[in-house]
């Protein structure tokens, strides 16, 4: 590895931003996408977000296709940036809204619609 000494300061700086960052949750990436399409069964959900959040006052709502609301369970384990949930899903349209608290206090929210198909 060529150079090393020079890459321990660019290094450390990755490591130490997400600390320094003072930032509201954004979700980065999810799984079904928004927008996306699934299959139906028992569907495994992530939602990713740009800092850590605090999982215990978070919450992940399911809007199903006759528009009635669940609570998702939160998986309890797991990376700090990252919500984890499974359920079981027939053909439809869907929405999860998600409401995070992130470490700098704020709440942000948004919404994922997605389709199960056949
Ligand atoms: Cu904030």
Avoid: C
Wanted: charged fraction near 15%; hydrophobic fraction near 45%.
């Amino acid at each position: 590895m060529p150079h090393l000494p020079r890459l321990v300061p660019i290094l450390a700086a990755l490591v130490l931003a997400p600390a320094l960052a003072q930032a509201h949750a954004i979700l980065v990436q999810s799984s079904p996408a928004a927008g996306g399409t699934t299959a139906p069964g028992k569907v495994a959900m992530e939602f990713r977000f740009n800092s850590r959040i605090d999982r215990e006052r978070s919450r992940l709502t399911l809007t199903a296709p006759d528009h009635s609301q669940s609570v998702l369970p939160i998986a309890p384990e797991g990376p700090p940036d990252i919500l984890d949930t499974t359920a079981n899903l027939t053909p439809g349209a869907y929405v999860v809204r998600w409401q995070v608290l992130a470490v700098d206090g704020h709440i942000t929210r948004g919404d994922v619609p997605f389709t199960v198909g056949n």
